[in-house]
T-cell receptor, first 117, second 119 residues
Framework: DTEVTQTPKHLVMGMTNKKSLKCEQH?????MYWYKQKAKKPPELMFV???????INESVPSRFSPECPNSSLLNLHLHALQPEDSALYLC????????????????FGPGTRLTVT | AQKVTQAQTEISVVEKEDVTLDCVYE???????LFWYKQPPSGELVFLIR??????QNEISGRYSWNFQKSTSSFNFTITASQVVDSAVYFC????????????????FGQGTILTVHP
């Protein structure tokens, strides 16, 4: 069973709606990630949080707004999305890379399949 | 710049056949990490293996085995006696080590190989 959970599984929203995607991990990880994945493509990194602080923003449009309320939770707030934003949104977590090296892997949640109409 | 190439876009086999998924990578780093992930139709990426650049030991886990060769920059994945449940998209990925300056685990993915195992 995955220890990274995401809700909702599916989301359909209009271009004027505001919605949020939620992610929770129970592995004690201090790094959390949002990815976007289009059909038949690899995941694309959007944001990285480390110790609850945003550390990487891969030039994502401001209509996507991440939030990390605590070390276990990661949200992605959506507003005024476009149809081309329809995709699978994946959350992942990992240990934070430290001085001892990067012998860590990311664990992914099941994703939220978003459709923007 | 880092790059991962999975030249096989789609592979179709019959159950019980062996199948090898190829992965070739490019990096200038001396320390790096390689990964394989499986993505079944449900969508979740399932972690399969991590290999460090300084450890060329091959690995076997049940029906899965991995062959890492630094000389050819390849990290190939073999499924022995394939089963229908192995049908999925498989991604190979590369991450820089600390020496590369990226501290937060950014993965460079290949384009993925769609594996279909027919009964």
């Amino acid at each position: 069973d995955t220890e990274v959970t995401q809700t909702p599984k599916h989301l359909v929203m209009g271009m004027t709606n505001k919605k949020s995607l939620k992610c929770e991990q129970h592995m004690g990880h201090r790094a959390m990630y949002w990815y976007k994945q289009k059909a038949k493509k690899p995941p694309e990194l959007m944001f990285v949080y480390s110790y609850e602080k945003l550390s990487i923003n891969e030039s994502v449009p401001s209509r996507f707004s991440p939030e990390c309320p605590n070390s276990s939770l990661l949200n992605l707030h959506l507003h005024a999305l476009q149809p081309e934003d329809s995709a699978l949104y994946l959350c992942a977590s990992s240990q934070v890379l430290g001085r001892t090296g990067g012998n860590y892997e990311q664990y992914f949640g099941p994703g939220t399949r978003l459709t923007v109409t | 710049a880092q790059k991962v190439t999975q030249a096989q876009t789609e592979i179709s086999v019959v159950e019980k056949e062996d199948v090898t998924l190829d992965c070739v990578y490019e990096t200038r780093d001396t320390t790096y990490y390689l990964f394989w992930y499986k993505q079944p139709p449900s969508g979740e990426l399932v972690f399969l293996i991590r290999r460090n650049s300084f450890d060329e030991q091959n690995e076997i886990s049940g029906r899965y085995s991995w062959n890492f060769q630094k000389s050819t920059s390849s990290f190939n994945f073999t499924i022995t006696a394939s089963q229908v449940v192995d049908s999925a998209v498989y991604f190979c990925a590369l991450r820089r080590g600390l020496a590369g300056g990226t501290s937060y685990g950014k993965l460079t993915f290949g384009q993925g190989t769609i594996l279909t195992v027919h009964p």
